[in-house]
């Protein structure tokens, strides 16, 4: 079991950047690959991006050339770059891993909001 605690969540204007982190904790060792969701009130949740075990890197195309992932494994965090943000990405964020199991654990969130 690991924990997912979100961060770096704010409000900007559009053309921005934040960086969002996602820390883990916990039984690491068993995660085969991690990643980002986003979520709007009343929309299903979203994929965004994903970054594997084997460091094989993989974006929704309406965040391609905006948004890097990116880990630092020795500090067991992943990273969220977004770059050039549009009033369409304003969302909750969530990070996720998924086991080698298959089983997916999730993060609270952090609200990303974007003022045209």
């Known amino acids: 079991q690991v924990q997912l605690m979100e961060s770096g969540g704010a409000l900007v204007q559009a053309g921005g950047s934040l960086r969002l982190s996602c820390d883990v904790s916990?039984?690491?060792?068993?995660?085969?690959?991690m990643g980002w969701y986003r979520q709007t009130p009343g929309d299903q949740r979203e994929w965004v991006a994903t970054?594997?075990?084997?460091?094989?890197?993989d974006y929704a195309d309406f965040v391609k050339g905006r948004f890097t992932v990116s880990s630092n494994n020795a500090k067991n965090t992943m990273y969220l770059q977004m770059s050039s943000l549009k009033p369409e990405d304003t969302a909750v964020y969530l990070c996720a891993v998924q086991y080698i199991s298959g089983k997916v654990s999730w993060g609270q969130g952090t609200q990303v909001s974007v003022s045209s």
């Open positions: 970054i594997t075990s084997g460091r094989t890197i």
């Open positions: 916990g039984d690491i060792g068993s995660i085969s690959a």
